[in-house]
Every structure is written in structure tokens, then in C-alpha cells.
């Protein structure tokens, strides 16, 4: 992800909020050998192994470049893409740029290959999320969203990066996720770009309420559990 968000008290803010700062790295789910399509319980991740990925229209690197990622991202987290399918040495991958929802070729040989059997799934009109593993439940948590002039986006997403706040009484709460989201009514926020977070919260009276710029607040201590769990590329399905 290009910019790290969380909420201060009813928003979104960049990786330079002092507030922020880089977390310890994140579990990193066994390495992939076998093919996309021999891996149907699993999200594949693909992280970036070269200081630049380009992303094209089709799996062709003559076909329009769609993008060009830096690797590792501004805050020093290692550039990570949630993998969609597998063709040949190629890897269609959604791509944390706007639009939401974009998806891109990358070269097989750019990145390396892992898994992760956890999912998240936030249902908006319920303000719950709910974490899996292996078809399991493992959190069932109720989330604060976005309001109705800056609604949490819908859509499917990934976790980019963690930051862990220096002061985890603060506005972020203890640790905050930086998804593969925007922002669709902002394109700016703070200095960033509108990048929707997922974080704790000093506020925990907000949660099961409207209230952030699309950002997603958890309770401190459900998102200290995730810590240890959830590896970046983790996929994000919003639904209202």
C-alpha cells in the first residue's frame, strides 16, 4: 500500500502521522510450491522480492503497464498482493490502487509465493467483522464504520501493512491495518490519499455506530489477537 490509514477520531491519516509508526513484522504464512489452482483452501500472497513490480492489462509484459509499485512502501513494509489466479509465470493480483477492485498481471519471478488459511469479513449494515480460519470462526467482533458522507467502501480488499502506535491509548488504539482500500467520496485525506484502515480505537463507546471517514475500529484487544495471526495479504471482503 502506497499510504497507511487509521482513524483519528472520525477519519482516515498517512503513514507521516507522528501517531504512527512501523509495527513488529507481521507472521508470514508458509511458503506456496504448488500451483494457484492446487491451492483451494488458501489465499496465495505474493511479496514483492525485486524494488519494483510492475502490474499490465494482460499477462504480457508488451500489454498497457497499469501500474508501477515501489517495493518496500514508504513505511518500510514489503510491497504484498493478494494472488486472484495463476497463468503460466504469471499472477493476476488485485493491486492496492484506485479504482477499488483493480487487478493487474505481475511476473511470477518478481515475487515470492505464501499462504494464509484467515479471512476477514466485515458486514457493514450489522457493524460486525467476523475473522476465519480453515472455515473456522475465530473473532466475532462488533466495528465502528464510516459515515453516511464517508461510508466504509464495499468491496474485496487485503491487509497491506501494520502499525503499531507509539502511544496505544491514543486515537489509532494499539495497532491499526492499512488495507488495499479508498475512500470513494475522499481523495484526500490528511496528506494521504484516503487509504481505508482497520484499527483500534480510545473511543470504544463508538463501536456499532457511523462514525469514521471509512475507516473500521475495533476494540483494542480483538485487534492485539489479530497481531499474532494475521499475515499482510490476509484478504478483506466489506458487505454491506
Given at each position: 500500500?502506497?499510504?497507511?490509514?487509521?482513524?483519528?477520531?472520525?477519519?482516515?491519516?498517512?503513514?507521516?502521522?507522528?501517531?504512527?509508526?512501523?509495527?513488529?513484522?507481521?507472521?508470514?504464512?508458509?511458503?506456496?510450491?504448488?500451483?494457484?489452482?492446487?491451492?483451494?483452501?488458501?489465499?496465495?500472497?505474493?511479496?514483492?522480492?525485486?524494488?519494483?513490480?510492475?502490474?499490465?492489462?494482460?499477462?504480457?509484459?508488451?500489454?498497457?503497464?497499469?501500474?508501477?509499485?515501489?517495493?518496500?512502501?514508504?513505511?518500510?513494509?514489503?510491497?504484498?498482493?493478494?494472488?486472484?489466479?495463476?497463468?503460466d509465470?504469471?499472477?493476476?493480483v488485485?493491486?492496492?490502487?484506485?479504482?477499488?477492485?483493480?487487478?493487474?498481471?505481475?511476473?511470477?519471478?518478481?515475487?515470492?509465493?505464501?499462504?494464509?488459511?484467515?479471512?476477514?469479513?466485515?458486514?457493514?449494515?450489522?457493524?460486525?467483522?467476523?475473522?476465519?480460519?480453515?472455515?473456522?470462526?475465530?473473532?466475532?467482533a462488533?466495528?465502528?464504520i464510516g459515515?453516511?458522507?464517508?461510508?466504509?467502501?464495499?468491496?474485496?480488499?487485503?491487509?497491506?501493512?501494520?502499525?503499531?502506535?507509539?502511544?496505544?491509548?491514543?486515537?489509532?488504539?494499539s495497532?491499526?491495518?492499512?488495507?488495499?482500500?479508498?475512500?470513494?467520496?475522499?481523495?484526500?485525506?490528511?496528506?494521504?490519499?484516503?487509504v481505508?484502515?482497520?484499527?483500534?480505537?480510545?473511543?470504544?463507546?463508538?463501536?456499532?455506530?457511523?462514525?469514521?471517514?471509512?475507516?473500521?475500529?475495533?476494540?483494542?484487544e480483538?485487534?492485539?489477537?489479530?497481531?499474532?495471526?494475521?499475515?499482510?495479504?490476509?484478504?478483506?471482503?466489506?458487505?454491506?
Amino acid at each position: 500500500m502506497v499510504v497507511a490509514t487509521a482513524t483519528v477520531a472520525a477519519g482516515c491519516a498517512t503513514a507521516a502521522d507522528p501517531l504512527l509508526a512501523p509495527a513488529p513484522p507481521p507472521p508470514v504464512g508458509p511458503t506456496v510450491e504448488l500451483t494457484i489452482a492446487e491451492q483451494p483452501r488458501v489465499t496465495v500472497v505474493a511479496t514483492a522480492e525485486v524494488s519494483e513490480v510492475s502490474a499490465y492489462r494482460d499477462p504480457d509484459a508488451s500489454s498497457p503497464r497499469l501500474a508501477a509499485l515501489a517495493n518496500p512502501i514508504p513505511t518500510g513494509s514489503p510491497l504484498v498482493f493478494q494472488v486472484l489466479e495463476q497463468r503460466d509465470e504469471w499472477l493476476r493480483v488485485l493491486l492496492p490502487v484506485r479504482p477499488n477492485g483493480s487487478s493487474g498481471w505481475i511476473s511470477l519471478g518478481d515475487v515470492s509465493l505464501a499462504s494464509t488459511p484467515y479471512r476477514i469479513e466485515i458486514d457493514t449494515s450489522d457493524h460486525r467483522m467476523v475473522v476465519w480460519e480453515d472455515g473456522q470462526v475465530v473473532v466475532d467482533a462488533v466495528i465502528a464504520i464510516g459515515t453516511g458522507d464517508t461510508p466504509t467502501p464495499l468491496g474485496d480488499f487485503y491487509l497491506t501493512e501494520l502499525l503499531q502506535p507509539p502511544d496505544p491509548t491514543g486515537p489509532y488504539g494499539s495497532f491499526a491495518y492499512g488495507l488495499s482500500g479508498f475512500s470513494e467520496t475522499l481523495t484526500e485525506f490528511r496528506g494521504g490519499d484516503g487509504v481505508i484502515g482497520l484499527h483500534g480505537t480510545n473511543e470504544p463507546e463508538s463501536l456499532g455506530t457511523d462514525v469514521s471517514h471509512g475507516c473500521v475500529r475495533i476494540e483494542n484487544e480483538v485487534i492485539e489477537s489479530l497481531v499474532p495471526l494475521l499475515p499482510l495479504g490476509t484478504p478483506v471482503e466489506i458487505r454491506a
